[in-house]
């Protein structure tokens, strides 16, 4: 059975997890915390004096959605529907008081929004809620003073944009309905709700191949203002909704959860530094075994070839390759470089190192037996599925 639990990014949950025991983040709670303690302004007080209380009688159909998708989420608590007067598409989920729950929506979304739009919204800020992600005050934090460090900052927003996606996620739950929860985004992302601009999904997503298209001429993953952009493009957020509504969470026979996640991986690079260019322990220690595995892949066979040097220059610079590389020190060194990267890497993670490594093995157009028993083993070392391994080469899994 599909639960909200489920269905969550492993990335917000990790990055979460890892976000919450940082000193800095659990300072800024205890702040905040204290400042609620000492008796400021409550949040259902702001509510009443500054919106609109939506209640059963006056909006029957916003409130039976909302008990639906709290149905659905696994939410049991009383909730309150609030709207506010303002010309911007917005909603929020408000952090809950004396056990009440409170979702706010903007007088404009709400006129422009059809029944299964909001549907997507009210489940999508109902996934905020249930995830916790409340407990990061991300936005506090990356406007606080003294600045918080660039690291926290990636990571803060890294985190941010997954948050989004598992709270998307949610939403399409609630909603079943891919097209309305496409037309959502691209109403949030254009402002857009006039019969002079007709919606075209596939139009819609060329823009991420757009996207991709450019960032391969100039030679980078993403922008640095990119990478400081705590919710993803529009357009991105689709094609991972598209990925999920083909996942086994939405259809029977739909795509695994590894596979999904690793999608999901390769969508958000485009908002990403590559681990190639990241500083992080983490991205440090996925080089590391990129790094070995790449040679040891290629030498498999006994020997590297010319095209095997230039797969792994492509990865780490024209002219890096040397002859006197130290292959039987590498082959010692694997398990900790191995070890390293579990340590600091979620599966996704370590499914990307693996890909990446499957591209060497496919330098001469397919991998051969020994190469495939190396890249097994890393894959067995790395906690990753074996068969994942065939489905990145499309090899015949018997042996040649």
């Known amino acids: 059975?599909?639960?909200?639990?489920?269905?969550?990014?492993?990335?917000?949950?990790?990055?979460?997890?890892?976000?919450?025991?940082?000193?800095?983040?659990?300072?800024?709670?205890?702040?905040?915390?204290?400042?609620?303690?000492?008796?400021?302004?409550?949040?259902?007080?702001?509510?009443?004096?500054?919106?609109?209380?939506?209640?059963?009688?006056?909006?029957?159909?916003?409130?039976?959605?909302?008990?639906?998708?709290?149905?659905?989420?696994?939410?049991?608590?009383?909730?309150?529907?609030?709207?506010?007067?303002?010309?911007?598409?917005?909603?929020?989920?408000?952090?809950?008081?004396?056990?009440?729950?409170?979702?706010?929506?903007?007088?404009?979304?709400?006129?422009?929004?059809?029944?299964?739009e909001l549907r997507f919204v009210m489940g999508h800020e109902l996934g905020h809620f249930v995830y916790g992600h409340h407990d990061i005050p991300v936005g506090y934090m990356l406007k606080g003073q003294p600045p918080v460090s660039p690291s926290l900052a990636l990571q803060l927003t890294s985190w941010s944009r997954y948050a989004e996606i598992s709270a998307d996620r949610a939403g399409a739950l609630c909603t079943q309905n891919f097209d309305a929860v496409a037309r959502s985004l691209f109403k949030l992302a254009s402002g857009v709700t006039s019969t002079v601009v007709r919606f075209n999904l596939k139009d819609f997503l060329q823009q991420i191949d757009d996207m991709q298209m450019t960032d391969d001429l100039v030679g980078a993953s993403s922008s640095a203002e990119d990478w400081f952009m705590t919710h993803p493009f529009s357009p991105l957020r689709v094609k991972a909704l598209q990925m999920f509504h083909q996942s086994e969470y939405m259809k029977k026979d739909g795509v695994n959860s590894a596979t999904l996640e690793l999608g999901l991986e390769s969508i958000m690079a485009l908002m990403e530094p590559s681990y190639l260019e990241s500083k992080t322990d983490a991205a440090l220690s996925m080089r590391h075994l990129l790094f070995a595995g790449t040679l040891l892949v290629a030498n498999a066979n006994g020997s590297i070839s010319k095209a095997e040097i230039e797969a792994f220059e492509k990865f780490f610079g024209k002219n890096e390759f040397r002859d006197d590389f130290n292959l039987e020190r590498l082959r010692a060194d694997l398990s900790t470089r191995i070890d390293t990267v579990n340590k600091y890497n979620s599966l996704p993670k370590r499914m990307q190192v693996l890909k990446d490594l499957c591209v060497m093995a496919r330098a001469e157009g397919k991998a051969n037996h020994p190469e495939i028993v190396v890249l097994k083993e890393i894959a067995t070392r790395l906690e990753v599925p074996g068969f994942f391994v065939d489905q990145l080469l499309s090899v015949n899994t018997e042996l040649d």
Do not use: W
């Open 1 to 116: 059975m599909t639960t909200s639990d489920s269905i969550r990014s492993q990335h917000d949950r990790a990055l979460s997890e890892l976000l919450l025991s940082l000193p800095e983040v659990q300072a800024v709670n205890q702040k905040l915390a204290l400042h609620e303690a000492q008796g400021h302004l409550g949040v259902r007080r702001r509510l009443l004096s500054t919106s609109v209380r939506m209640s059963s009688a006056m909006a029957p159909g916003l409130n039976r959605t909302a008990r639906q998708c709290m149905d659905i989420l696994g939410v049991d608590m009383p909730v309150e529907l609030y709207a506010y007067s303002s010309p911007h598409f917005n909603a929020a989920c408000v952090k809950p008081e004396s056990g009440r729950l409170f979702i706010m929506f903007s007088s404009s979304l709400l006129d422009s929004f059809d029944d299964e």
